[in-house]
């Protein structure tokens, strides 16, 4: 009858040999193979359907379908969401209607321990004195579904100036970061060298480590000095000393000395180079001060 024969017109058969490759962190070729004319019923394919699912780890799922041309075996999907595993599946059209889809390929399928996450270089608006916003880009290979980053921050140098002031016994620290997050925004210690390191945790174990990337976070004003001291050469002058400042939190140019006595005015502030002691001399005799 004419139904049955506008019913065999409809494929019988799915796209063949389909494949998906990620080609960006965005963008993913798909292609398949011509449905043959004995499956398509010696009929006309008007148009093929790509099928796209995705499932994220907050638990949001959705589908999406893109159409194109019958005489093409390709397609780019564009405009994909960084870091998440799409499933794939081509079917066919005639005139009559659509045929069966193929069955779903993933968009990778390399390695867990390719799947590394590479952090760019931190940018100096990323960095303050105290602080650092570290970024990094997902794997580009996304053979499983990542579940979450640990993030590496590690004291670069341990014999480095401001290393006393770095809290904690083995000065390096791990940190979790969910799946949908690639930035980590971290307090520090000023003028200080550091590295980061990222590696990802997926459904099936653990990625290997990225390459570390190195980063000093810039200079603050430092701590007090310590030890201050004064010892009387003669009934007009004291030699003062000090020690450098616990957190020197950067590079130390010089000191400003204040020395008053006790029933008058200030002195004028006594500028001194990068030393520890200084000579006071003019003094009042049998006078105390206070420095």
Not at 34 to 53: C, F, H
Not at 88 to 100: E, H, L
Not at 172 to 180: E, H, I, L
Not at 192 to 221: C, I, K, N
Request: charged fraction near 10%; include cysteine; hydrophobic fraction near 35%.
């Amino acid at each position: 009858s004419d139904g049955a024969d506008e019913a065999g017109c409809v494929p019988s058969g799915a796209p063949r040999n389909v494949a998906a490759i990620t080609i960006a962190t965005t963008s993913v070729n798909v292609s398949w193979d011509q449905i043959p004319s004995i499956a398509r019923n010696d009929d006309i394919i008007i148009t093929y359907e790509v099928k796209y699912s995705w499932s994220l780890g907050n638990g949001q799922i959705g589908t999406n379908y893109v159409n194109t041309s019958g005489d093409t075996n390709q397609l780019v999907l564009n405009r994909l969401q960084e870091c998440v595993q799409y499933s794939i599946s081509v079917r066919a059209y005639t005139n009559q209607g659509p045929g069966p889809f193929s069955g779903e390929v993933l968009d990778s399928s390399l390695n867990i321990n390719a799947q590394v996450p590479q952090p760019p270089d931190v940018p100096p608006n990323a960095l303050t004195a105290t602080s650092a916003n570290l970024t990094w880009s997902c794997p580009l290979e996304k053979n499983y579904t990542i579940i979450s980053y640990s993030v590496n921050v590690t004291l670069d140098n341990p014999y480095s100036v401001n290393a006393d002031c770095v809290h904690g016994q083995n000065r390096s620290y791990y940190f979790t970061v969910p799946a949908y997050q690639r930035y980590l925004y971290i307090s520090l210690v000023p003028f200080t060298s550091y590295s980061f390191a990222v590696l990802v945790y997926t459904t099936e174990g653990e990625g290997a480590l990225s390459v570390p990337r190195l980063f000093t976070t810039l200079q603050a004003p430092p701590t007090s000095p310590l030890n201050i001291s004064a010892s009387v050469l003669s009934y007009s002058s004291l030699l003062v000393s000090w020690t450098p400042p616990k957190c020197s939190n950067g590079v130390i140019s010089g000191y400003t000395v204040m020395y008053t006595p006790s029933s008058g005015f200030p002195s004028s502030p006594y500028n001194v180079s990068n030393v520890t002691s200084l000579l006071l001399q003019n003094l009042l005799n049998n006078t105390q001060y206070l420095i």
